[in-house]
């Protein structure tokens, strides 16, 4: 099969001929058929997060199952199912007492034709749902939506900031949105993002390149925010994050911090009861979360059509790569066939 192999730190990924394993006792061979470009598989080409090489990189993607192993029950050929980096064994005590989640992350392999997964690391979803929009749901809107509905359970009425406005950002916008906020402020320096923010959600933005924008969410919010949320992976605007809050306040820190950055906070800040917390993937339990945030879409609650900038195959990963740097999309989709 073909595939986009990263092999290694600041070099674009080449397209080769791989070869792939039938699927042993309890995994399942998917034929892909979209997969997004997350901001998370740049950190590795970046070099901002350390993966050895040679890797099939790519985890936010939809496709059909073609085979599966002797001991799958849950799937057969045919079906539709999203992937999830978010893979679990459903037998640890992690599992049994309510997270399950076992980190898996580059083990999905998505910039491929093919993916073999195991059963725990894929969802059925019905078939009406478009696979190009409901590879989103594999990674950015999990993660965004999973932020404020999950993470930091946003309560209806209260007031939120969202810094960032790529996929994830957008998807926390939403996830906002529908918890019942009042107000969802914008965060970016990117005019066209911050109008997308709009048509998704938010009513109000904030142009951060024109300045600290601190002062001004603090203006609009009398004093501080409920919650904020930093969906960059930047130490000063996760400090930014916190600076925003009102006391009592929540921020929740979704973006990937390159490795070694420290996030520093005014200390007295705690005293008014200022919380920071992260969040991994929203907060998921993707086989439940999937199946509702595409009965969410259907029913236009959640927005995915205008998520997506551009479409392309596999060979533009690294355009997909180079426009998501320069500010240009929200998300490109890879398509590897015509059924999304």
Not at 38 to 49: A, K, P
Not at 145 to 163: D, I
Request: proline share 4%; net charge negative; charged share 20%.
């Amino acid at each position: 099969m073909k595939a986009a192999i990263f092999h290694g730190p600041h070099q674009p990924l080449s397209m080769e001929d791989v070869d792939i394993d039938k699927p042993l006792a309890r995994e399942v061979l998917v034929r892909t058929v979209a997969s997004g470009v997350c901001h998370s598989d740049l950190h590795f080409v970046d070099g901002l997060y350390p993966y050895p090489a040679p890797a099939v990189l790519g985890h936010e993607a939809a496709g059909i199952v073609e085979e599966v192993g002797e001991l799958v029950t849950k799937f057969q050929p045919g079906d539709h199912v999203i992937a999830c980096l978010s893979a679990f064994c459903g037998n640890c005590e992690r599992c049994l007492t309510g997270h399950p989640r076992v980190h898996q992350f580059l083990n999905v392999s998505s910039f491929a034709e093919q993916m073999l997964v195991h059963e725990n690391a894929i969802v059925k979803i019905r078939e009406d749902m478009p696979l190009d929009r409901a590879a989103l749901i594999g990674c950015g809107v999990l993660t965004g939506v999973g932020a404020a509905l999950n993470t930091a359970k946003v309560e209806p009425g209260s007031t939120t900031v969202v810094f960032g406005a790529g996929g994830v950002g957008l998807a926390a916008i939403q996830g906002c949105r529908i918890a019942g906020a009042l107000k969802i402020i914008a965060v970016d320096m990117v005019e066209s993002k911050l109008g997308l923010a709009k048509e998704l959600g938010a009513t109000h933005t904030i142009d951060a390149s024109q300045g600290d924008p601190v002062g001004q969410i603090r203006e609009m919010t009398d004093g501080g925010a409920d919650y904020t949320f930093e969906a960059i992976g930047n130490k000063v605007v996760a400090e930014q994050a916190f600076d925003a809050l009102r006391a009592g306040g929540t921020a929740t820190i979704i973006g990937m911090i390159p490795v070694g950055d420290k996030v520093e906070l005014t200390g007295s800040q705690f005293l008014m009861e200022k919380k920071i917390q992260g969040c991994t993937m929203g907060s998921n339990r993707f086989p439940v979360d999937m199946p509702r945030y595409i009965d969410f879409y259907l029913q236009g609650t959640l927005k995915l059509d205008e998520m997506i900038t551009k479409r392309g195959k596999l060979e533009d990963v690294n355009e997909a790569f180079r426009a998501m740097k320069d500010g240009e999309v929200a998300r490109t989709v890879l398509m590897f066939d015509e059924e999304g």
